[in-house]
């Protein structure tokens, strides 16, 4: 099986899954076999987290990725710059040959074609290596931008849920987006385009020397000021542009989340207020563009001045030269275009500069997510070689990351798993979300359901009935106490094969952009037409889906938006029964339906539960009677727990007092 992490070592150096060293079991027992081949999965040769990748670590391991294309761009890059200077000298020998002979125009008769000849080959030749600078480099700019967006976005899909909660979607966009572009960009342009700058300014600046050492003394004058203003300049543009890319990040986020939820702006008539609060967002994020690209305007004219002011000098002092006769006209002419080279390669130089710098800023944000998959990785690894040398999890009140796990454990084939029977318990249970950290949402559950077993979750808005579900599901870990399933703490399951083998219906759906049998299938992609359409047929989706003009191939429209809540609903609960889970979690939606549709989810609900263990957190009467047992959730506390029958005869009971008010029929 190939999960996201394939590679990681590659693109983000050997720290990022940190070796271990091999256990040793006697393996005369089977329990000390099994013990000894999940530690070789778990050890770790150190208890040390891996070093936190930076952004310049980042750069550093992306460019040691893609060495080759790199190598061949610098050398590239460096012999279109000697080209460059060779073509200036030739073109002073061409000015000195014309000079003796000043009373004729245009070339002497008497002048050989020879350094005509040379002077176009090389510029012909600098013609093809600039060619092949902008092939080579923009080749490997777009190999990088795929292999590194590929990586962020393995990582969002991948990261805990905790960060998740607290990353916006327009700063996940960003992540995939203009950030990843810069950072190929520093890797591939910047580097090349630097290294061609440098050699081009030194190549100048030898050239100037051959031709005098006091214009090359005037030169030298002219550094300190500009490595002064290099320095300062690159601060401030990297201080600027950081503002500036947060407060865009911000403008993103608020329309994201508005077009995520136009329905519900549209049905209060606010689209108004939110034009005007992106306008305001906007507006802001407008300015700091502006005052960073002001800032770069000035980084750049700073820069041109210095070069500018050398060359001015230059001449002024190459006129002395000639005048006594220690240069020669076609030198002093050549000065003009090797100084003008110089200041260019010295201004482009600081172009590099604050483009570097921009994109150390963006890689360190992309260095953020990816970093913080490689702690999860080195912490789950520890926490499960703790959990088996000793039996149980580790109890803590840190939260602790659903990917938190090894992962190649995930790697195995489903096939070596056990079955999974679908026993569930909760032991003592204490959980609040990091989000929240001051609100407990559970607090000392604790609960056991035998496999097959149908359980209904009652009770008020915010008693945790749904964490209940989240902790099933492995979105969240536990503070304190523990969540098992067939007597395996979820922590050590293998948390990818858990997932295929425990189900989740939501209140409200989420399909995905493509047709129907797309979004069915999206639980076991392998699935043939004829599985598709049973699992439709069983949730009672099958005549509905038929009598669509394009039957299993309709598309559904972006999240479903094509389908009715109904049918949303049923098609939902297709995907779960095509995934055929051993435990299923429905979460009962609460949304109004027609007499039809809500009698037609109910049966398929119905057929799903057959043969599983399922928890449902249910809103009507009708789904509590056919549960086998029933448990009220008030305040994350289990206030009572039996069957539909038996809590009704409690009177003054809290499940009564919710059937009178709450449950529908």
Known sequence: HHHPWHGADRLFGKSAVPEGKDEEVADDEDDEGRVSEELAVASLASSDDPAPLTGVKLIANLAREHWASLLVAVAVAIVASLLKMHGTRHVAALYDLIGKN????????????????????????????????AKVTGDARTAMEASLRRRIFACLLTEDTATMDRRSTGERRERL???????????????????????????????????????????????????????????????????????????????????????????????????????????????????????????????????????????????????????????????????????????????????????????????????????????????????????????????????????????????EHPALRGAIDFDDVVFAYPSRPGKVVLEGLTLSLTPGETFALVGPSGGGKSTVINLLERFYDPNEGSVRIDGVPVSAHDLLWLRRNVGAVAQDPTLFSGTVAENIAYARPGASRAEIEAAAAAANAHGFIENFPDGYDTPVGERGAALSGGQRQRIAIARVLLADPAVLLLDEATSALDARSERLVSEALERARVGRTTVVIAHRLSTVRGADRVGVLVDGKMAEIGTHDELMRRRDGAYAELVRTQLQG
């Open 102 to 133: 000043p009373n004729k125009p245009g070339v002497p008769r008497g002048v050989p074609t020879k350094p005509l000849v040379e002077l176009a080959c090389v510029r012909c030749a600098e013609a093809v290596a600039k060619f092949l600078l």
């Open 177 to 415: 987006g203009s950030e990843v572009a810069h950072v190929a960009d520093v890797v591939a342009r910047s580097l090349t385009g630097g290294v061609k700058a440098a050699a081009t300014a030194a190549h100048g600046a030898a050239s100037l020397y051959r031709i005098s050492w006091e214009i090359s003394a005037v030169a030298l004058g002219m550094v300190p000021p500009g490595v002064v203003l290099f320095g300062a300049m690159g601060a401030l543009s990297s201080r600027a542009h950081g503002r500036a890319a947060a407060l865009k990040e911000r403008a993103a986020s608020i329309a994201a989340e508005r077009l995520a939820g136009i329905r519900t702006v549209r049905s209060f008539a606010r689209e108004d207020d939110e034009l005007d609060r992106y306008d305001a967002a906007l507006l802001e994020a407008s300015k700091a563009r502006r005052a960073a690209t002001s800032v770069h305007a000035l980084h750049l004219a700073l820069f041109a001045a210095v070069p500018s002011t050398a060359v001015a000098a230059w001449l002024w002092y190459g006129g002395s030269l000639v005048e006594r006769g220690a240069m020669t006209v076609g030198e002093l002419t050549t000065v003009v275009p090797l100084a003008l080279e110089v200041a260019g390669a010295l201004a482009q130089l600081s172009e590099v500069h604050a483009e570097i710098t921009r994109g150390i800023d963006a890689a360190d944000k992309a260095a953020g997510v990816i970093g913080a998959a490689q702690v999860i990785e080195a912490g789950a690894r520890r926490r499960l070689e703790d959990s088996i040398k000793n039996g149980s999890p580790r109890r803590s009140r840190g939260w602790r990351s659903e990917y938190e796990y090894s992962f190649e454990n995930s790697s195995k084939h489903p096939s």
